[in-house]
């Protein structure tokens, strides 16, 4: 910026900081808690000890970071760059069944017909593996597909829905139709992803047996670490001139044009870079879960997405990632104390938050502190 000529009496503005004094202590203990307090709490204090942090939360807490990665990944396009997607569903699942044909591998003759191949392949009488499966017994090839088979489709997609200037609530549909039109696809049992029953039984990962607490918390370890560099990721996306040209689109499409920027660039990379980041939450989620299968494509998963950003505060960040904590750990304690009233409290969850609270938990709580402080 020294270069550039400058006008007297115009003072450009400093470029502000990724996080502020107190963000990075509150980042600092997220990162102390994810990666010191809980493994100690659950495999070094005994489990009779009041702060035994117990297996089932150790996976349930793991498989809600899962989530709140794909709330964030949601406010990134959603959020600051006003495009709702709801199918964000299939890129999650699409990262899992990455995960799950790489652990199906690694069963070996461990599962039930003591073949190399898949029980539900030997069970629908495939004898070898199809092509799509070729490069599932290589960990390292695992992790770029799981970057790379999501980006595709999204980038592929999003190319020809951006240029075709489809917005609004009609992308939004596509977007619908997209992840149903998967899941009927992943159903069917010639396609090789184990139709409706999807990939399970897993035994080990890299060897080691996926069971035992020390990987049970390897897992937990890594989900809670990816989670916290995504909010990195996206908080330093949103502050760069990249995530303000986003947010000039959201605001302003056509004004932003006529200011010499093409939207297409961006909406596509921001499109892209949320679904891998669901990619990547979807491959983490699965060996945490042990399953996967095509009910994570279906619409209502997609939806779901959409409602933990609007309930944490969509276009704030730290929203989402309360909101994805909050309604699913309603969802874990109401499915099992009131299960037939789960899906009536969220929808009425919905409702309240879009009537009275348009910016979410996170908003309403920064108007209390407003009001507080006036």
Same mark, same amino acid.
């Given at each position: ?6 006008? =007297?009496?115009? +003072? ?11 963000? @990075? ?20 204090? /005994? =489990?009779?000890? /009041? ?66 191949? /898949? ?6 009488? @495939? ?25 595709? +489709? ?58 035992? =607490? ?50 297409? /660039?961006?909406?596509?990379?921001? @499109? ?35 409602? @933990? ?35 009536? +409290? ?29």
């Amino acid at each position: 910026m020294s270069g550039l000529p400058q006008t =007297p009496g115009v +003072v450009l503005p400093q470029r502000a900081p990724l996080l502020t004094r107190a963000g @990075w202590s509150a980042f600092l203990v997220a990162l102390l808690v994810v990666g010191a307090l809980a493994p100690v709490l659950n495999l070094v204090v /005994p =489990p009779d000890s /009041p702060l035994h942090l117990s297996d089932y939360l150790v996976s349930l807490i793991g498989k809600i970071m899962c989530y709140a990665i794909c709330a964030l990944a949601m406010d990134l396009i959603w959020g600051y760059s006003g495009i709702l997607s709801l199918g964000h569903g299939l890129f999650f699942a699409l990262g899992g069944y990455m995960m799950g044909m790489y652990l199906m591998r690694q069963i070996g003759r461990d599962g039930q017909y003591q073949s190399d191949l /898949p029980d539900f392949m030997v069970f629908l009488d @495939w004898k070898e593996l199809p092509w799509h499966w070729a490069l599932s017994d290589s960990f390292l090839a695992t992790l770029c597909l799981i970057v790379l088979v999501p980006g595709g +489709v999204a980038f592929v997609f999003g190319y020809f829905a951006f240029r075709s200037r489809i917005k609004g609530v009609y992308f939004s549909i596509i977007t619908q139709a997209l992840t149903y039109a998967a899941l009927l696809l992943f159903f069917r049992n010639e396609t090789g992803f184990g139709g409706n029953n999807g990939f399970t039984d897993f035994k080990r990962i890299l060897g080691i047996a996926i069971a035992t =607490p020390q990987m049970r918390m390897v897992l937990f370890v890594l989900t809670g670490l990816t989670l916290l560099g995504c909010f990195l990721l996206a908080r330093w996306l949103v502050r760069s001139k990249f995530g303000r040209v986003l947010q000039a689109i959201r605001d302003a499409e056509n004004r932003t044009m006529f200011c010499g920027y093409d939207p297409l /660039p961006y909406k596509l990379a921001i @499109w892209t870079i949320s679904a891998v980041m669901c990619g990547v939450a979807g491959a983490l989620y699965v060996p945490q879960v042990g399953i996967i299968n095509p009910s994570e494509m279906s619409p209502a998963n997609s939806i779901e997405i959409a409602i @933990w950003a609007a309930v944490g505060g969509r276009g704030t960040l730290i929203g989402p990632i309360v909101g994805a904590f909050l309604v699913n750990g309603a969802k874990s304690w109401l499915t099992v104390t009131f299960p037939e009233f789960w899906l009536y +409290v969220l929808g009425a969850l919905f409702i309240a938050v879009t009537l009275f609270m348009p910016q979410g938990v996170v908003g309403l709580l920064k108007k209390l502190k407003k009001g507080g402080a006036a």
